[in-house]
């Protein structure tokens, strides 16, 4: 069983700051790249950012600059800082984990269940 529990969300005004943390627990070994997607009303998932095994950034379109992605290998936790906020991020933000759970089956995705952030104008 792999668990990604994910922490942070929550009420911001605009042009304010939240930071998310996800931790991924479990049977999980040889992570490859953990990051954060995020799921607004109405629209596809789409994401934010994703740090790979040996420190390479991908980061979505239009997310670099207010979004940060930071990741601890030690603690299996990935995090994303969050500036300078605005109403259109209001959405459900998920944690995003590629590793291996069983060995006969190789990598696979796992995602958090979720965690609200709602921005206020």
């Known amino acids: 069983q792999v668990q990604l529990v994910e922490s942070g969300g929550g009420l911001v005004q605009s042009g304010g700051s939240l930071r998310l943390s996800c931790t991924a627990s479990?049977?999980?070994?040889?992570?490859?790249?953990m990051g954060w997607y995020r799921q607004a009303p109405g629209k596809e998932r789409e994401m934010i950012a994703v740090?790979?095994?040996?420190?390479?950034?991908n980061y979505g379109p239009s997310m670099k600059g207010r979004f940060d992605i930071d990741r601890d290998d030690a603690k299996n936790t990935v995090y994303l800082q969050m500036n300078s906020l605005k109403p259109e991020d209001t959405a459900v933000y998920y944690c995003?984990?590629?590793?291996?759970?069983?060995?006969?089956?190789?990598?696979?995705?796992?995602w958090g269940e979720g965690t609200l952030v709602t921005v206020s104008s």
């Open positions: 479990g049977s999980i070994f040889s992570i490859a790249a």
């Open positions: 995003y984990v590629n590793g291996v759970s069983d060995y006969r089956r190789g990598h696979e995705d796992y």
């Open positions: 740090v790979n095994t040996g420190g390479s950034f």
